[in-house]
């Protein structure tokens, strides 16, 4: 994972010694210290404003990449993105189409939502499968149920 990890942090234009030294000092944090600081990370784009945070985006977005996690696009916001969007993984390819359509790279106007299907915090990754569409005051959600036959 470190080799992926340093790959994509220097494919994005980040510096990879800062990034594994602080990865370095949370791992000898307590589990759940690390989770609470890992939960705050989104409050704290949205109020500095992610634009100001795309370094930070980017570092997460090579880390779940290289840990294997995966967030599928559920909701989508017309007129930034349509139907076509609804069940792609979330990925670093995505930020030039993010940025032609002024897509805040975080989503942080609700242009779309996810859900994580796997990371390494789960056991094995969820399976899930559409079982339908709802619209809504601009946005379009996709209805997902446990693909318990796959899992």
């Not at 994509?8 to 609470?36: C, F, H, M, N, T």
């Not at 880390?63 to 599928?72: D, H």
């Not at 349509?82 to 993010?98: Q, V, Y």
Request: net charge negative; charged share 25%.
């Amino acid at each position: 994972m470190a080799a992926a990890l340093v790959a994509r942090l220097e494919q994005a234009g980040v510096e990879p010694a800062p990034v594994l030294a602080l990865l370095g000092e949370l791992d000898g944090v307590s589990g759940k210290i690390a989770r609470a600081a890992i939960e705050m990370l989104p409050e704290l784009d949205r109020r500095a404003g992610c634009r100001l945070l795309i370094p930070w985006l980017d570092v997460g977005v090579a880390l779940a990449e290289a840990s294997g996690a995966t967030a599928l696009m559920v909701t989508v916001r017309e007129p930034w993105l349509d139907e076509t969007w609804l069940g792609r993984a979330l990925s670093a390819d995505m930020k030039p189409a993010f940025a032609a359509r002024g897509i805040d790279p975080c989503g942080e106007r609700g242009e779309y939502h996810t859900v994580v299907t796997s990371c390494p915090a789960f056991s094995h990754p969820l399976r899930v499968r559409a079982i339908g569409r709802a619209t809504n005051s601009g946005c379009i959600a996709e209805d997902l149920i446990l693909d318990e036959a796959a899992s």
